[in-house]
């Protein structure tokens, strides 16, 4: 007969009201427990639901579904600062690939300074939410897409690898924010490699094996989750989780279609995804073993899904 929450819940006398009130419950009771609740976290996504690829915003559960972004035009990549305030992304509005950074809060475009580029995108942010971490190509005729640093409003640009080839996609330790794992096809295919956040001491990851891609950071800074033809003809991804120290991996989809773009959940139990198993992609969850998968979108074609850090 313990009271273990002394804790008054109020809502609404109808189906919404019911749903917050359950919701924030089941919270503390996790809290109890000692685990983290995904209430309140946002799941950010690519969708072409109205015609025009838009960043898109939704619950962690697939409710509450709505646009973030109107520029009719392609936009992509999103990315979101630790703390919350702050989205990232490519738009083609302007012509050129620029990137673009929204206040979550206001939805206001906020000011970022653009180099001129063949191809510019925003990948992750520091731990702090201070800097942002991209990759742009030139537009300098044959130049290759390389990782920059840039703070939150593009000034301060620093290059971080010089390699005469791709590298893509860096996401920095969320723990220690002193390592990058990012993706280059310096040794062919493409492969995850990790390095310094000053570009030094680049290693592979992968075995070279097939075509891995799309690296995301587990919360605890010592695993990843990545997407990997392994086994399969090239363009046919699965998603598995690296321990980052052991190089052991762990293969959490198979015989589901195309599977990428992992992202981790704040509670590093779940993980979303993009999978294609058909004409249009959608979004799914699972835990972390790979079980309990639930498909989170069904309308237009969904990807590049992000979940926020809260």
């Known amino acids: 007969n313990a009271q273990l929450l002394g804790k008054v819940y109020l809502g609404s006398l109808?189906?919404?009201?019911?749903?917050?009130?359950?919701?924030?419950?089941?919270?503390?009771?996790?809290?109890?427990?000692?685990?983290?609740?995904?209430?309140?976290?946002k799941i950010y996504f690519v969708s072409d639901r109205t015609g025009h690829k838009e960043i898109w915003s939704m619950d962690y559960d697939g409710s509450n579904q709505g646009g973030l972004t109107h520029y009719n035009s392609i936009t992509s990549y999103p990315a979101v600062s630790p703390d919350n305030t702050k989205l990232a992304f490519t738009?083609?509005?302007?012509?050129n690939p620029q990137i673009f950074v929204h206040s979550i809060?206001?939805?206001r475009k906020l000011p970022f300074y653009n180099p001129h580029a063949s191809l510019s995108a925003p990948s992750d942010f520091t731990p702090d939410s201070g800097r942002l971490l991209l990759y742009y190509a030139p537009d300098t005729g044959n130049s290759y897409t390389q990782i920059y640093s840039a703070k939150a409003d593009g000034g301060d640009l620093r290059r971080i690898s010089n390699c005469r080839c791709i590298d893509v996609?860096?996401?920095?330790?969320?723990?220690t924010g002193a390592e990058i794992v990012f993706v280059s096809d310096r040794g062919g295919l493409p492969q995850i490699y990790r390095m310094n956040t000053d570009g030094t001491d680049a290693v592979r990851l992968t075995n070279g094996q097939g075509e891995a891609t799309n690296p995301s950071w587990h919360p605890d800074g010592q695993h990843i989750a990545f997407a990997w033809t392994k086994g399969f003809e090239p363009g046919n991804y699965n998603i598995f989780?690296?321990?980052?120290?052991?190089?052991?991996v762990v293969q959490l989809t198979s015989n589901e279609g195309r599977n990428e773009n992992?992202?981790?959940a704040p509670d590093g139990v779940h993980l979303a995804y993009a999978s294609k198993r058909g004409r249009a992609s959608q979004i799914w969850t699972m835990l972390a073993n790979g079980q309990e998968k639930k498909q989170l979108t069904t309308a237009g074609s969904n990807e590049k899904p992000v979940w926020s850090r809260q």
Do not use: C, H
């Not at 419950?25 to 309140?40: E, M, N, P, Y």
């Not at 989780?241 to 052991?248: F, I, K, N, P």
């Open 262 to 264: 992992p992202a981790w």
């Open 91 to 95: 738009s083609y509005a302007r012509g």
């Open 241 to 248: 989780v690296m321990d980052v120290a052991t190089r052991e």
């Open 169 to 175: 996609e860096p996401k920095v330790n969320p723990k």
């Open 105 to 107: 809060d206001s939805q």
């Open 14 to 41: 109808d189906e919404a009201g019911a749903l917050k009130v359950a919701r924030e419950f089941a919270a503390d009771i996790l809290k109890q427990l000692g685990a983290k609740s995904l209430i309140g976290t």
